[in-house]
């Protein structure tokens, strides 16, 4: 036993130093080391190099390109390129200090040889997609003693196989587009080990710019110069942006397309996309290699395939024949012009046509007898997918592209009667309704996770391919994006999202922040899922409810702590990269949150009149002007590197589109400078606008009425405390006193001292309650506050908090009610029941204020309340009002995912009444329409609120349960409603559970 132990610890001690001495890169196991372990061979060595890198010059010139990058990255990381030798030869000319090989199965005559000599075994990879291996060989030529090999089962494998090394030696994929400081080594080893990485989990796998202006066109426009044919959008920067996809071992890119032209603006685009070894595709709206632009450039006559077939076919034949010598995704099908709607009515029959004569055209072009065999893609996007339901034929080898609803939530995937090949296109930025999204990020990567996880369970695999706008600032979930589809093994079970931020932040940041880093993006990604920035407003937060909007933004300010705390620990190298993908995301996001919550309350303050409204408006003045510095900041770092990537307007969206400035919300002031009619001090409470004296209309009709009411307090209220604030209206200090009645009432502070020169010295009063000593049952204690100034024509205000100290028995466990609400965390069940392998699992931050629960499986099939798995939640209940409970249940979830015959449902059931089953998103209204409500719930953050009615019977104790009817179903939180529920965004905090 003892023995047992001690060797599980060295081994655990053996595997982290291990760890430590190795450089990272996600997901796949060392290869590199900065030590010398046993039969390791040197690379570098005290700062010395002491190898080289052969290439086959017959092997894809992708290929040998890659080579060289590796030969720089050494470079990066060492202080010395490695010496890069490219012939055409086999083993008799090599260097003696050749120790890396790297070449094609089939085109590289030494690995070839390798494999002949049984040297090597490639077995794994042959003939494989893009798989490769590496290992070390002994006398793998004369005068060669050892030598690392790298073998690709094609060009891409070996270029995988290249960039594994590259990131292993300490180069991030992302070291130009995030500057993340390559490490600083003198000395690397290859290890002794043989890695080999198979086919990719997805087959296509890339990302879509869209939407590039201004942020990307103005950063293009400033730094790449201007092609012949107009915008940058040239084989320099396409280069780039190859080499990222290659890095991160994707290899499919749908250009940009917003107002460029990747086959025209620049001619060597499309040799480029190719020589890289970059499968090029265009988007869902640009059929065969022809963007949009193009046509309204260059077309002949309208985009009306019934009127215009004739030249469109001709339009589309230059595309093909443009495109033939390289590797392509071919877009198939039709949407009208500018990525709308083809027609107000389903025409199934016309895009049967256009793709039939696409295909022939592919057929013709490319001088193919079985077009089966060209790689075709047709996106059911919007109202494409209207059309496929309504019976659109789509040939068999045609890959579907399914998509998401714009807004990151999947619309649909493969039934098992739909065979075709298939794929998702999803979004991570958006352009239109009920808002763009494309400012900065707002992805949550768990939300991702769980919508992916789906999409691959259900056989979406072909192709995946994410809509990133202008590719900054979304760098953690494209790498995170790709990271999954390359390697789902790695990265698709639940729970990994937090393993993958994890090895994320090690490479970007190193291993002594990464805990800290990995936590800060996964937080980010929660707060941020919320609701996206753009849809953010005063509003959006509750000002007087449960303390939401400055809990929320308390919360942001704690996160940009913490992110700027690592910030000021990390060496001056890594700064840049954490400002881009860490820090200024967080500060940026923090300094919106608090100008709408300022703005809020602002506005309050001014209409309670409080003297502090007017330093409300200066501060939110001076975010303005913070937010415009930090916008600075990003724009010219770095010598102007990302000049115009932070120019997106962020600020006053009246509509879906972006405000052409931002624009701040309306502030209010109070006047000053003349007397206040009710004197120098005034009195509000929570939950109430009004304050007094006078002014109170909410609270009573009577204008000179000065009493406030508190919301009740009761032992089981999640907060223990209710607040009194006191303000100056005016410019005169003054000192207050709190007076409770009741002995059983203790308030604090119970006096102080308000001076309207200094807003922060607005009072607030926390008024609590001893239950020990409270009386029994329903009770009101009264409350006054007196000043040391006079109250105008007014009386002393006062204050009244009703109490509740009900009784329950020692023996319950479970949420308790108070104030006529029970709020419950959906993953917090008393008990869950399984359905042999059918059960909850627990998603990470999923929920609306935490984490959230689905069905697993999420292939299983639909699920009845008789034996389904079920959630129950045990309450106590004070207060059973005769018309019943409302129970609204929070949902996140796909839209409904599964076909006519399996929309999403679940079932509740109250106190042992018989269940009610609920499908949440409602049938289409029309085939072009999406489901009623889908606003509101993608504006809210994902999240579906459905309420049913219940009957309560007597108080005490009761059951609620829940039942996922089908996979795919989140839910996030739960709120039974008495009467008690008051307005917010986020839904009461959750109750006490006993
Ligand atoms: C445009 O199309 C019309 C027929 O629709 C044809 O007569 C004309 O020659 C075309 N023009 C060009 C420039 O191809
Ligand atoms: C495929 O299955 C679904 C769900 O069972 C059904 O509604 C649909 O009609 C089927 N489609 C075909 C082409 O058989």
Redesign the pocket.
């Given at each position: 036993m003892v023995e047992t132990n001690l060797r599980f610890l060295r081994t655990l001690l053996i595997a982290v130093s291990f760890f430590v001495a190795f450089a990272s890169a996600l997901g796949s196991k060392p290869i590199i080391s900065t030590s010398k372990p046993k039969g390791a061979l040197p690379l570098f060595e005290n700062g010395n190099v002491v190898a080289s890198i052969h290439v086959d010059s017959n092997d894809y010139p992708g290929v040998v390109r890659a080579a060289h990058d590796l030969s720089v990255d050494f470079g990066h990381v060492t202080g010395h390129n490695m010496s890069l030798y490219t012939t055409q030869s086999d083993a008799h000319s090599l260097s003696q200090r050749t120790s890396i090989i790297i070449g094609t199965i089939g085109k590289s005559k030494l690995v070839d040889s390798l494999v002949l000599s049984k040297k090597i075994d490639v077995s794994k990879i042959k003939g494989k997609w893009e798989s490769f291996q590496t290992q070390l060989v002994q006398n793998p030529a004369p005068g060669v003693s050892q030598a690392l090999v790298i073998v690709g089962s094609d060009k891409r494998g070996s270029i995988f196989g290249i960039y594994e090394v590259s990131e292993q030696i300490g180069v991030s994929p992302w070291y130009y587009w995030a500057d993340v400081a390559p490490r600083k080594h003198s000395s690397l080893y290859a290890l002794n080990t043989k890695l080999v990485r198979g086919e990719p989990s997805i087959k296509y796998r890339g990302i879509f710019l869209n939407d590039e202006a201004p942020a990307l066109a103005g950063w293009i426009n400033a730094n790449f110069p201007r092609g012949k044919y107009g915008p940058g959008f040239n084989h320099e920067f396409y280069s780039r942006v190859f080499e990222l996809l290659l890095r991160l071992k994707a290899n499919f890119l749908w250009p940009a397309m917003w107002d460029s032209m990747f086959g025209v603006d620049d001619p060597k685009n499309q040799e480029t996309a190719d020589f890289y070894g970059i499968v090029m595709s265009t988007s869902h709206t640009e059929p065969l290699q022809m963007s949009t632009k193009e046509w309204n450039t260059l077309g002949?006559?309208t985009w009306d395939y019934t009127t215009?077939s004739?030249?469109i076919d001709k339009y589309w034949e230059r595309g093909v024949s443009r495109a033939k010598n390289f590797e392509n995704m071919w877009t198939v099908g039709m949407r009208g012009n500018g990525d709308n709607i083809l027609s107000g009515t389903v025409v199934t029959e016309l895009l049967q046509k256009v793709v039939s004569d696409q295909r022939k055209i592919l057929s013709d072009v490319l001088g193919v007898r079985d077009v089966s065999k060209v790689p075709q893609v047709w996106c059911l996007y919007k109202d494409i997918q209207a059309y496929y339901e309504h019976g659109m034929r789509v040939p068999d080898d045609i890959t579907l592209l399914w998509t998401d609803d714009n807004w990151g939530n999947v619309r649909r995937l493969p039934l098992a009667n739909e065979t075709n090949p298939a794929g998702m296109y999803y979004h991570f930025d958006f352009v239109g309704d009920p808002r763009d999204y494309k400012w900065i990020n707002t992805v949550s990567l768990q939300k991702t996770w769980e919508q992916l996880h789906l999409t691959y369970e259900r056989n979406a695999r072909n192709i995946w391919v994410v809509n990133v706008g202008d590719l900054k600032p979304l760098e953690l979930p494209i790498d995170y994006y790709l990271n999954l589809a390359y390697d789902y093994d790695t990265w698709g079970g639940i729970d990994k999202v937090i393993e993958y931020e994890k090895a994320w932040a090690t490479r970007e940041f190193g291993e002594d922040v990464a805990k800290e880093v990995a936590d800060i993006v996964e937080t980010y990604g929660f707060y941020a899922a919320r609701r996206r920035y753009e849809l953010v407003d005063p509003k959006t937060y509750n000002i007087i409810n449960y303390n939401e909007a400055e809990l929320v933004l308390e919360q942001w300010k704690n996160l940009t702590s913490r992110a700027e705390a690592v910030y000021a620990k990390l060496p001056a190298e890594r700064k840049p990269a954490f400002f881009e993908m860490v820090l200024h995301p967080t500060k940026a996001a923090y300094i919106v949150y608090d100008i709408h919550v300022s703005s809020a309350k602002n506005n309050l303050y001014a209409y309670q009149r409080r003297s502090s409204a007017n330093a409300l408006a200066e501060h939110v003045l001076e975010r303005f002007q913070d937010d415009h510095d930090l916008t600075q900041e990003y724009n010219t770092m770095l010598g102007g590197k990302w000049s115009h990537m932070m120019d997106q307007t962020h600020l006053g969206y009246n509509y879906w589109q972006q405000p052409m400035r931002n624009t701040l919300p309306p502030l209010a002031w109070t006047q000053l400078l003349e007397n206040s009619l009710s004197g120098t001090m005034g009195v509000a409470v929570e939950s109430s606008n009004g304050s007094v004296p006078g002014d109170d209309h909410f609270n009573s009709a009577e204008y000179n009425n000065n009493t406030l009411v508190l919301p009740q307090l009761d032992p089981y209220a999640p907060v223990q405390y209710r607040t009194i604030e006191i303000f100056a209206r005016g410019t005169k200090a003054f000192d207050f006193k709190v007076s409770p009645h009741n002995p059983w009432v203790r308030v604090s502070p119970s006096s102080g001292h308000v001076d309207p020169r200094n807003p922060a010295t607005d009072v607030k009063v926390k008024v609590s309650v001893d239950w020990n000593k409270a009386p029994a049952g329903h009770n009101v204690a009264f409350i006054n506050i007196t000043s040391s100034e006079n109250y105008g024509n007014f009386d002393m205000p006062s204050v009244n908090l009703p109490i509740h100290k009900p009784s329950i028995p020692p023996s319950f466990h479970g949420f308790v009610e108070s104030n006529k609400l029970v709020s419950i965390e959906a993953s917090h069940a008393s008990r869950k029941t399984k359905n042999g392998n059918v059960q909850y699992e627990t998603l990470r931050n999923l929920g609306r204020t935490g984490d959230a629960l689905t069905l697993f499986p999420v292939t299983c099939d639909k699920q009845n309340t008789a034996s389904g798995p079920r959630l129950e939640y045990d309450l106590f209940l004070h207060t059973a009002p005769t018309y019943g409970a409302n129970i609204t249940v929070y949902l996140g979830a796909a839209l409904n995912n599964n076909g006519p015959d399996r929309p999403l449902k679940y079932a509740i059931s109250f106190d042992d009444a018989p269940p009610q089953e609920i499908q949440f998103i409602p049938d289409l209204d029309s085939p072009l329409a999406m489901p009623k409500g889908w606003d509101q719930a993608v504006s809210d953050g994902n999240v579906w609120k459905s309420v049913t009615q219940h009957k309560v019977g007597a108080v005490g104790k009761k059951i609620l349960k829940l039942w996922a009817l089908e996979p795919s179903v989140v839910f996030q939180k739960v709120v039974i409603d008495l009467g008690g529920v008051k307005d917010s965004y986020l839904g009461p905090p959750e109750s006490v559970r006993l």
């Open positions: 002949n006559g215009n004739a030249n």
